[in-house]
Structures are given as C-alpha cells and as structure tokens.
C-alpha cells in the first residue's frame, strides 16, 4: 500500500512563490486518488432535508420516503446503563485491570499473544461487562421501536455488551462489528468447537479460565481481538445493506475507529444523516480539498462543485441540509426524535415491558426457600399429667 505524506503546512513554496509552478499540474488529480477522495461524479445539489433540524428529520420520516433505517451505533448508547468505560483515568477498566495485573500497556488485554500467554486479565474484564449484569438503556429501546415500525434495516453496533439482544431486537437485524460475549469458540483452529453463552457465563462468573474440554486448549468469546478479522457478517451485510438506506441514524460513536467508521460514506449521495452525540464527529474532508485547491490549483478533469458535495464524512453546513447533529446525550436525543414522531408513548410501552420481562427473569433466577415440613404436635406435660 503506497502511503502519501503532505505537509499541513500547505502555504510551504519549496519550488518558490508566485502561485503553483507547472510541475504542480495535475499534482492535485494524483492526492485526490491517493486519498480516495471522489469527484468525478455529477451530483445534484438540491436540498435533501428541507431544514437541517430534528423538524426536517421528523418530515422526511413522516413523508413515506424512509424505508430502510440504517443505526450505527456506539459505547454512547450504553453509558446509561452503568457499564463502566475503558478509558477514564484512574477509574477506567484499562487503568483498573492495568494496576491489578501490572501490565504495561492495557490494550494487551485484547491482544492475542498475550491472551495465550495469560487470559486472567482479560476474563477479569469480561466479568465487570458481562451482558447480563446491565439492562439496555432507552436508545436500545428505539432501536427495537425503529423495528416494529417496519423501519429498522439493520442495527450496526461497535459494542460487545449485547444490549440490543436484550432489548429483543432481532439477531438478524444485529450486526456486532466487533463481536460477541454470546457465542464462544476454542482458539485452536483445528478444533474451533463451538460453546454456549451459558457455558462461558458459568466460568468467567466463577473466575474459572474456560478450557476447551475435547482439546484442553483456551476457549474465548468471539469478541474481536486487536489484530483479528472483524466477523465474517459484517462485511457480507455492509456490502448489501447501504446501498438501500435512506436515513442513517448514527448514535454515540467518535467515529475514529475503522473500518467501522468509514461505513458513514457508503449510503447514496441522498441519504439523509443524523448524529445523535454529545458533540460532532466525522467531519469530512472538505477542509482539506480546499487546501489543496488553494495551493495546486483546479485541474480540468475535476469537477470542483462535484468534488466538494462528495467529499468525505459528515457535513454540518452542507446547504443542501443533508446532515443533521442533535448533540446531547443518547437516551435524550432518541426521546426527543420519538417526541417529535409522535412515538414516546410507544418508546415507553417497549421499554416498561423489556424492564417486566427482566424482572420476572431475576425472580426465577433467584433461589426458591425450601418449604419447612410441619412438626408433629407434642402433648403438653399439663395435658400429659391430666390423662393419668
């Protein structure tokens, strides 16, 4: 893969002033294929959403023209829900499991040499996120909202924690970018044997490192490790799935993590896109195009105007209000986006029913007091003495 260095310095004049010298032309045609960064397209420029707004998403929605919903989705859709995070300082997973085990890089966990070598820390991790200590959180419920409403495409998630199953979502309609805790497998590829989400519950919830019983190997969820392909359901569905969509809802996510963030670009041209966030991420490349078109010039085989609307990523200022940021909390944006739908009553009745499911779930789990027999009844000695 051939790599491409430019300097941010873009008013640099190595070969002297005065504007781009000749040796420039076509310079900029060569960055841009290198940077695979399109233009060559014709593309309307007409306005996709009629007000960049929740308003705007409410009418596109309302207008029949959204039928296949696209959610990609991030650890922000699960913060409420108490799943500790990765990354505070001092009380993140990575800082905490970094000074119980003195590792000198926390990211080790996930690696899968070290996992070979020693799986304690990451099955000491896989214990404090295990799916069924925490229950999903309001935007898993929209998601399933989204389904029922003959909406939801597929749900695409970067998070491990299962939630969504939780929030009875289908399996078919769930892609876990970055795996699973609810499948397991032998990390021998000659065995590979398949076991249970219950199976691995048992051992990672008794601190027991799962063993492979037909090869004695290691056994490990199928989450995706650094440096392992991402599952094989991802790309099939990816491929198939963002040609369709029509409106891509994109929730908690920094949007920095490829290939998983890249998919942003893969719906048409005219596919409206919401960010629900705590602040704007996936900004696009149109910063850097102007840069170079400042600095090398136009070339005649580029259509600027085309080039700029193509450009990569999300755009907040795009005049024609095809990207929408509803910046705040997740659970308080899908509640706003539903409030705005006319949906809150029924976002309310899917999450009631999920939280009186689970709670039936948790009494029968609970263990069932034993019946105490009833005790024969012993004469008393006043009784006793008066029959003699």
Same mark, same amino acid.
């Given at each position: ?55 705007? *998403? ?19 859709? @699960? ?19 970094? /000074? ?11 690696? &899968? ?53 939780? %929030? ?35 051992? &990672? ?5 799962? &063993? ?16 392992? %392909? ?47 966030? !705590? ?6 490349? %149109?910063?850097?195009?102007? /840069?170079?078109?400042? !600095? ?9 105007? @085309? ?12 005049? !024609?209000? !095809? ?26 009745? *899917? ?32 009784? @006793?003495? @008066?029959?003699?």
């Amino acid at each position: 893969m051939g790599v491409v260095l430019i300097s941010t310095n873009l008013d640099d004049e190595p070969c002297g002033s005065g504007g781009a010298p000749e040796n420039h032309r076509g310079i900029l045609g060569t960055l841009l294929r290198h940077l695979h960064i399109g233009g060559m397209a014709e593309e309307s420029g007409e306005k996709i959403l009629d007000e960049r707004s929740i308003d705007g *998403i409410k009418r596109y929605i309302e207008s029949g023209r959204c039928k296949n919903v696209i959610v990609m989705a991030g650890a922000g859709i @699960s913060t409420a829900a108490g799943i500790p995070d990765f990354r505070s300082p001092g009380s993140g997973l990575y800082d905490n499991v970094t /000074a119980k085990y003195q590792l000198p890089d926390p990211q080790l966990i996930f690696e &899968i040499g070290f996992f070979r070598q020693n799986p304690r820390p990451f099955f000491s991790l896989s214990k404090e996120l295990f799916p069924e200590a925490f229950d999903p959180t309001l935007s898993h419920h929209f998601v399933k909202l989204l389904h029922e409403k003959g909406l939801l495409l597929r749900h695409y998630t970067q998070n491990i924690d299962g939630l969504e199953r939780k %929030a009875e979502v289908p399996t078919e309609q769930i892609v876990e970018a970055h795996g699973t805790f609810y499948t397991s497998h032998c990390i021998e590829q000659t065995c590979h044997t398949e076991y249970s989400f219950q199976w691995i519950k048992e051992k &990672i919830m008794t601190d027991e490192i799962p &063993i492979c019983e037909k090869c004695e190997s290691l056994v490990k969820p199928d989450i995706v490790f650094f440096g392992e %392909a991402l599952p094989m359901k991802f790309f099939m569905c990816a491929e198939q799935d963002f040609d369709q969509c029509d409106l891509l809802i994109i929730m908690g996510t920094s949007l920095v993590v490829q290939p998983f963030a890249s998919l942003v670009d893969r719906v048409p041209p005219n596919c409206p896109r919401l960010l629900i966030n !705590r602040e704007k991420v996936g900004y696009n490349n %149109a910063g850097l195009i102007a /840069a170079l078109l400042e !600095r090398f010039g136009g070339d005649e085989d580029i259509d600027i105007t @085309s080039l700029l609307l193509n450009s990569r990523g999300l755009n907040f200022e795009d005049k !024609r209000n !095809r990207d929408v940021a509803l910046l705040g909390d997740c659970d308080e944006g899908v509640l706003k986006l539903a409030q705005a739908l006319g949906w809150s009553e029924d976002l309310m009745r *899917i999450r009631e029913k999920q939280l009186g499911t689970q709670k039936q779930q948790d009494q029968a789990q609970q263990p069932q007091p034993t019946p105490q027999q009833p005790q024969s009844q012993q004469p008393s000695p006043s009784s @006793s003495s @008066s029959q003699l």
